[in-house]
């Protein structure tokens, strides 16, 4: 519900109050548990300290317009040939319910200067104390370059202290939980690699240092934008906290002409009173109802790449896709190497056309004999890449990003395509249409990304610092169209594991791929960092006999392996071709099982019991949406001296309800298993459990 009164503005959600004002900025009042808003206006008042701060209001601005004012980071900052500050006049505002879900304020205002127009949107989930805030800047004049472009800036009550907890990592170790506690200054996470990036993610969660699982406030966010992005974090001197997020500045900038709008990437801000356990749920099920495409189960998968690599052909892709179809995967992936001269990653990527070599017959062989087994056929592609050695790069020098007069760096033996080309975005729509068409039973696309983004430019135009951009929203202009064009098809994105991970490509991703580290245990320290922010219905996790880091990977029981794995969307990577009957048979036990269980486990609540950070046990908890069933997945990584587990106490129970172990006849009330737990049963090196509980 959002109310105003005089000039203040009350955005009331589930558990929340977001209160602003608007006096000679758009003033936050006050972020956090309800309360009654229309109270503060009787603190409402101007403040300063000296000549050097004037107003202190302006460190809550809600969105900073450049003009030299104020000193903190700025959300818009233009450049027109003779003026460069924004004298920004309040117009309008409008309050409106868009549907039984969604209410929405907006803000509008007119540069005194100029013909530049900016509106401010909060969209407003209540049932999920979520607001999405975005911007819009319309130009009705003389072009004007856009220098900083951020889409919302957000202030939390002031703490004893502020401590920041994110995502940072890199190449197979991503989505590792780091804290920053916050001194005067600012503090920034980032990315400038032309996608997410997997070094940081464009999320973060703040609170004051006591908050854990169960309890605590906890005031969070996420941007959702798969290209250079910026979150800044400023303490101030008076202990003001300003949390500015959006488009980086790195290398940007916009020409907006006459009658024309850009809009900002949304960030999406979020309260929890109960800790960061609340915050995840609350998330979990905002992105599942409001961000997902799709409302559907995630199939069990099995991915050819560790088998075979590039040596992709017909008679191989047959005998493992029907041991797939024996052990009840239920959807069948090749991955690179069947097109074009690809038989390593020197040569071929750009020439989508099936190797005739590897495929005689064409796909079409393939796919039928996969759905003739009972499975579903899917695909890797690579669109937004092109090797040197390629009959595309040879046909089109120009449609990589290069710098005019120089030789643009290669990673991966690949350049990256200048998608924002209307050629070239034409190619990638054209080759993926032909692609889908004539296989009308491909139901599942794998879209990687191995290279950063270099050499981003035209050849030294005016227009390239708008490229980063253009690359963006080109590449959500191909996924749009492509799922307007094949609904049934399931789409993953990857990017040499999670460097693509953001609430912009999830609007059109069905699932993500969140390392490419398999290894069972590592896993369960990405997925913990993952889970902070993501829902486990988009998170794909396989088990596999490979690892990229781990030499002991062979040590990791099959059902270890499984078990890790079976917290998200279940896929097999392994090698099924050298695995034993009795080894498959294990495998059909445990795939049969998770179809049994993956709709709680991809749509319920979660709930972290144990953390790997800090313990030997490690233990998640996830309940259906209907409270009628619990699984839990709890891991033990050593075992020394002896050393029991203590009881596992559930949470998220209700504490009347009988409950129901599987395997057990004794009912246990929930208040029981909450106060009390259940043993565990762990005792060796990487062991692991699997409990059901059903409520009676």
Known sequence: MITKQNNLFNIETKNSSY??????????????????GEDLTYFVKERGHSSFDPNLNLERDEYSFWNGYSLLE???KINYPEIRKLDMIFLEHSIETVNKDLDRLTFRFKNSYSELYVTLIYDVYAEYDIICRHAEIRNEG??????????????????????????????????????????????????????????YNPSFALDDGTADETKGDVWFGLLGYSNNWQITFEKTIYNNVKITG?????????????????GTPVMTFGYSSGGYGEMSRKLHAFEVDHIFPKHKLGRVLYNSWEATEFDVHVESQKELAKKAAQIGVE???IDDGWFGERHNDRAGLGDWYVNKEKFPNGLSELIDYVKQLGMDFGIWVEPEAVNPDSDLYRAHPDWIYRFKNQEPVQVRNQYTLNISKKEVKEFILAFMTDLLSKHKDITFIKWDMNKPLTDVSMGNTAQDKELWYKHAQALYEIWGTLRKKFPYVDFEVCSGGGARIDLGILRYADQCWPSDNTDAYERLFIQEGFSYFYAPRIMTAWVTDASSNNPKKYERPYSYRFHSSMMGVLGIGADISKLSDEVLKEFKKYISLYKEIRETVQYGKQYRLSSVRESPLHAVEYISRDDSEVVVFAFRQGYQFGKNMPNLKLRGLDPDALYQCEGEDKLLHGSTLMKVGVETGLWGDFDSRFLRIKRR
């Open 246 to 262: 959006g488009i980086s500045n790195f290398d940007f900038s916009y020409t907006l002409k006459k009658g024309e709008t850009i």
């Open 331 to 333: 959807l069948f992936v």
């Open 74 to 76: 700025s959300c818009l």
């Open 142 to 199: 003389e072009d004007v370059i856009l220098e900083n472009l951020k889409s919302a800036s957000v202030s939390v009550p002031k703490l004893e202290r502020y401590r920041v907890r994110y995502l940072t990592g890199k190449w197979a170790a991503e989505s590792q939980i780091k804290d920053q506690y916050l001194t005067t200054g600012a503090f920034t996470i980032q990315s400038r690699s032309g996608n997410t990036g997997p070094h």
């Open 19 to 36: 209160v602003i004002h608007y006096s000679n900025c758009l003033q936050n009042l006050y972020w956090g548990e309800k309360i009654h």
